[in-house]
Each structure stands twice: as C-alpha cells, then as structure tokens.
C-alpha cells in the first residue's frame, strides 16, 4: 500500500514540484516522523483529489484542511482549496485560498484561477489586475485582458491591446469584430448594429428618428453605467428600451449582465434565451450571451449546464 501511494506521489511532483520538499520538523525522531507524517499528507490529499472528483466538495474540502494543518506553508493545497470552495460558491475562502498560493508561488494556474474567480464574481477591477499578469507571462491571455477591458468600458485599453496582438499574431475576424462594437459605442452616430436594426451615420443620412436617437444614447449610458459598476441603472436602462425595442438582443444582453451581478441569476438565464432568440449574425454577441450563461449556471451551481455554454464559445 505504501508503495503504492509513493508510486503516485513522485508522478504528481512532476507536475507540481514544490511539493518535493520535506517539512522540516524538530522531534526526537525525525526520519520516523517525518515518513508518517508524509504519508498521512498524501492519504489525505488523495482522497480530497477523489472527493472533488466525484463532486463531493464539502468533503473534499475537509481533505485538504488536513493537509493544511499537515504543511501550511504548501500553495498547492491553497490553490485546490480554492478551486473546491468556488465549487461551493464560498468565494471569500476561495480568493483567500488563491491569493496565498499566488504569493508563494505566481504559477499561471494559480493566476488564472484567480482570475476566472474575479470574473465570475463581476470583480472587473481585479480581473483586469490579474489578466495584466497573466498577460505579461503568456500572450494568449491577452485575449481574454480584451474581452475584461470591454466589459469594464475601457476601450481605450482594448482597441491598444487589439493592436498588440495584432501586431504580434495577424489580424482576426474575432479582433476585428471587437474593434467595430467599441469603435461605434466611442463614436455614437457611425454604425451601430445591434441584431436587426442599424442605426447609421446622421450626417451621412440626414438624420435618423428620435427613437433611434435614443436607442443610441441608451447603449452609451450603459456603457458609462458599466464602467462605475452601476448595475442597478444597467437594468433599468435595459428595461425601458426593451419597451419601444423588443427584438433588440443586445439590450437583453445588457439586461442580463446586470441580473447576474445583481446575483439574480434564474431571472438572467430566462432573459439571456431571449437574447439568442433574437440574435442574427454576431459573433461577439454570441459569446458574450454564451459567457453570461456560463457565470449563471456556475453561481447556481449547475456544473454541467456551465460546462455546456462554455464549449459554445468560439474564437
């Protein structure tokens, strides 16, 4: 038995070396204790992996508060602390547990379980830290530091870091798509298209009604209502242009963002299947809805149904 979980335990230092280091401790036996005390860690910490595996979270997290209390100093028991308590939606623990392994020791895993926490919760200030590192380590997350720029309103930072990749990896139909929808939301009167109906340039056509006026003002000052992380006036904004603009998917888009920061989570799916419902042709959009379903399912707990939106993504 013994050798057997050895056996595992040299296979996981591959993928984890810190864990090859030995607690140091002052007892009388010290080589004795030290291999029962190891064993007894791994007994433990293979059965919090088992646990997580078949969905048992609460136990699983009792696992590896053993195992805490065996090596407080490990960060991968903080980093699988944390994956267990977002799975139970204890999401203080959770950023506790990660920030602790991101201090001992800034993996990109444990980075970017942080910062899929941080975006799950609405945290877009975080997230946006976060992703910069990430960023700086691994190109591809920068796309992802895109998409958390958009959300937070941050255009600016956006269209710059659409640049950089562009630079750094050609042009993508993806990029392009996100550079068109903040162009038109910095430059209200260009081209606005939203699912069915365009709204075009005033000058160009001589000018456009006053309910297309205000569509267009309704979509800036959600845009400037994100940025403060007003949800409340999101919602309402949303819900009063849904009244003269019903078939209009990016407001239930908007509408739904606003429900799932508010953690009214059954209301935003109800409210995100309108949003496909009227969606034609945009990509973008389609994600975005895709994504605000994912925070849904997760904060309701409903693991498959998450995992489910999650794979509709596409680049």
Same mark, same amino acid.
């Given at each position: %038995? ?23 401790? *002052? %007892? ?19 059965? *919090? ?14 696992? =590896? ?48 379980? =942080? ?49 950089? =990749? ?15 929808? %903040?162009?038109?939301? %910095? ?91 009227? =969606? ?36």
């Amino acid at each position: %038995m013994r050798r057997k979980v050895f056996t595992i335990w040299i296979a996981t230092v591959a993928f984890f070396p810190a864990w090859g280091q030995e607690p140091a401790l *002052a %007892m009388e036996s010290a080589d004795v204790t030290t291999e029962e005390y190891t064993d007894d860690f791994q007994e433990h910490f293979f059965e *919090a992996l088992k646990q997580k595996g078949i969905e048992n979270y609460q136990r699983a997290a009792e696992e =590896l508060l053993r195992c805490k209390k065996l090596d407080a100093g490990n960060e991968v028991v903080d980093y699988e602390l944390g994956r267990v308590y977002i799975k139970l939606r204890q999401y203080d623990r959770a950023e506790a547990h990660l920030l602790h392994a991101v201090e001992k020791k800034a993996e990109l895993w444990y980075l970017d379980a =942080l910062f899929g926490l941080y975006e799950l919760q609405g945290e877009i200030d975080k997230a946006v830290a976060v992703g910069e590192r990430l960023a700086r380590s691994d190109s591809q997350y920068k796309e992802n530091l895109v998409r958390i720029f958009m959300d937070a309103g941050r255009y600016e930072d956006a269209l710059l870091l659409i640049k950089e =990749l562009n630079a750094e990896l050609g042009r993508s139909e993806l990029r392009e798509r996100q550079q068109l929808w %903040m162009e038109t939301r %910095m430059n209200p009167g260009t081209v606005i298209k939203t699912g069915e109906e365009t709204v075009k340039d005033t000058a160009a056509e001589g000018g456009v009604s006053e309910s297309k006026d205000n569509l267009e003002e309704t979509y800036r000052r959600i845009g400037e209502y994100k940025k403060i992380f007003n949800f409340g006036e999101v919602l309402a904004l949303a819900e009063r242009a849904l009244e003269d603009f019903p078939a209009q998917p990016a407001l239930y888009y908007h509408k739904a963002t606003a429900l799932n920061r508010l953690k009214k989570h059954g209301e935003a799916l109800e409210v995100l299947q309108a949003a496909l419902d009227y =969606l034609i042709d945009d990509r973008q959009l389609e994600n975005d809805i895709y994504r605000e379903f994912v925070i849904a399912y997760n904060s309701l707990g409903n693991d498959r149904k998450a995992e489910e939106y999650a794979g509709k993504i596409r680049n």
